[in-house]
């Protein structure tokens, strides 16, 4: 059936009105992405040293730390936020963020707000509102976070949930990664497995066992549970560096173990017809017996017996998956990637994966004590030695940057609808909007390397780059001009900006450029972009409450689009 997609309107005319001249600052495909984030992670074979002393009390934390951390690890934030952290510090930060209960699910807001209606079955732009409602507003923006960043390695895409209710599906799946976000890595993988969104979208849904006719099991999620979620492609030292034999490296898989594992994902199905009601795919699959694969199955060295049931070899089979030797550092290095930088040091992998292997308390798979390990880590929090080193930090990624502006600019929803749709459109809006990937691959592969650049040269890899193109460029800016200096709404929506705080420095160039820079860059901008943004906003006049208006837009929009912005270091 041919799916209903509300589309969002375009902007009204006017609104996309130039601010300032973007000319010197529309480099943005200059921004280098991250070589390493610090540190050589070389062991000493020395004696060991006599205890150290007591260290002294942490120094305190600097407006340009704090904005810093928060920008790896929150949607952002306003100088309020910014001085808040500052004031209780990132341990204390951690604990509030980790004990916040999440806020109303996807699934019971989407049945809230009328969605379950027959007139939606087919739709998928509530599930957007949905999401931005979240990423926008939620108090738990580390839970949220982390939400996005799963999303982007067990990936689905609502245009690839067939069937009704594609909507309530997706909101489902984003639930369960909620539920887990700070849970336990084989916990969030059974209910990633059994999710109907992801059963749809990796057709493990409906597969059965090989029959006479020829018929053989689906092989899809098998092969993408271990190539995506869980292995990888080749085998790994505990660091995430590649494991060699005579200097190539050692596939983690094969077709028989995808064979084998194909044959333990039979017999689950919706646990219902589809209806009227969302029921189907807001409920885990259940298994039929006589569908499912009795004989053995072998795989990654492990054999489940013959006659096991369906539940019992699922559960076998992902306690394989889950302990393999690769997980770790698998799952480390990509949640390093995409909260704090592309090119991780093997000792900061090393460290990460650590604790994932054991977090203190002889539990494996602990994502909480991952979280906090990975953006406390000395190379996380070293904002010195990332600034100096050559290519250091991440590419911003467009969702980011325009929920970090959201957030700064108090961006909210007066009828509570977030009716703000799919930006994945690259020549007019992000080129990037959540659950909508073009496969399951995420926007960009974690080891995307720019070709002909000196990324490529450093033998580095810039995941972001993948989606940074002439047409995105362009269309970001573009896109952030327009809902910046929105009056109606961004993008045709209810979605306002507050820039109250913002508006009381607009009468002072210095201090409102100032704050932008420190709010949105962390304090990152080199003196010279500093200037430039100085410079044009001062040059616009500040006698009217609506002139006042545009500085203060003016110098956010600069700053968005600075290269030494893009570049989180």
């Not at 507003?137 to 976070?145: A, H, T, Y």
């Not at 982390?146 to 690839?160: C, K, T």
């Not at 849904?205 to 018929?215: C, V």
Request: charged share 15%; glycine share 8%; net charge neutral.
């Amino acid at each position: 059936m041919q799916a209903t997609i509300e589309r969002d309107a375009e902007p009204a005319r006017g609104e996309a009105t130039a601010l300032v001249d973007l000319k010197p600052l529309a480099a943005l495909s200059a921004a280098v992405a991250a070589s390493a984030c610090g540190g050589d992670g070389n062991s000493s074979t020395s004696p060991p040293p006599p205890p150290a002393p007591t260290p002294p009390p942490p120094a305190a934390l600097t407006a340009a730390e704090a904005s810093r951390f928060l920008a790896q690890a929150s949607f952002g934030a306003n100088r309020a936020e910014v001085d808040r952290t500052r004031a209780m510090g990132l341990d204390a930060w951690l604990d509030e963020q980790l004990a916040l209960p999440p806020g109303q699910g996807h699934v019971d807001w989407l049945r809230a707000q009328g969605y379950e209606s027959s007139t939606f079955v087919n739709a998928r732009a509530p599930i957007d509102y949905s999401i931005w409602r979240k990423f926008l507003s939620s108090p738990d923006q580390l839970r949220q976070r982390m939400v996005f960043a799963l999303s982007q390695i067990m990936v689905i895409a609502v245009e690839g949930i067939s069937g009704r209710w594609p909507a309530f599906g997706a909101g489902y799946y984003l639930d369960l990664l909620e539920t887990h976000a700070f849970g336990n890595f084989r916990n969030l993988l059974e209910a990633v497995t059994l999710s109907p969104a992801m059963g749809n979208y990796l057709s493990m849904r409906g597969s059965r066992k090989a029959d006479t006719a020829g018929r053989q099991p689906d092989e899809n999620y098998a092969r993408e549970v271990m190539q995506l979620f869980t292995i990888g492609l080749v085998e790994l030292n505990a660091d995430g560096t590649a494991r060699t034999i005579g200097g190539l490296t050692i596939d983690s898989y094969g077709q028989p173990d995808v064979s084998g594992l194909a044959r333990v994902f039979t017999g689950w199905d919706y646990s219902t017809n589809l209806t009227d009601t969302a029921v189907s795919v807001v409920t885990p699959l259940v298994n039929t017996a006589s569908r499912h694969e009795t004989g053995s199955k072998v795989f990654l060295g492990t054999t489940i017996a013959a006659n096991t049931s369906a539940t019992e070899s699922l559960r076998l089979a992902l306690d394989a998956l889950a302990n393999h030797a690769n997980v770790g550092p698998f799952v480390a290095r990509q949640l390093i990637q995409r909260f704090v930088c592309s090119n991780p040091s093997p000792a900061y992998v090393g460290r990460v994966a650590a604790v994932f292997a054991n977090n203190g308390s002889s539990v494996r798979g602990d994502l909480k004590a991952v979280l906090r390990a990975l953006l406390l880590d000395t190379e996380a929090r070293d904002t010195a030695a990332a600034r100096a080193a050559a290519g250091a930090g991440k590419l911003r990624e467009p969702v980011l940057r325009f929920t970090q502006w959201a957030r700064a600019a108090i961006v909210g929803s007066a009828s509570g609808q977030w009716r703000l749709g799919n930006l994945a459109d690259p020549a007019t809006r992000l080129g990037q909007s959540p659950l909508h990937s073009p496969s399951v691959f995420n926007f960009y592969r974690p080891g995307y390397v720019p070709p002909n650049t000196a990324i490529a040269t450093a033998a580095e890899v810039a995941p972001e780059f993948q989606i940074t193109t002439e047409s995105s460029v362009a269309g970001y800016l573009n896109f952030m001009q327009s809902a910046i200096a929105t009056t109606s709404g961004v993008s045709g929506s209810d979605l306002k900006p507050d820039y109250s705080a913002w508006l009381a420095l607009a009468g002072d160039a210095t201090a409102l450029a100032d704050e932008a820079n420190l709010v949105l860059a962390a304090g990152q901008l080199s003196a010279d972009r500093v200037a430039l943004v100085r410079g044009a906003v001062a040059a616009m006049p500040a006698s009217t409450a609506s002139e006042q208006q545009r500085r203060v837009q003016a110098a956010l929009l600069l700053t968005l689009a600075a290269p030494d912005y893009l570049a989180l270091k």
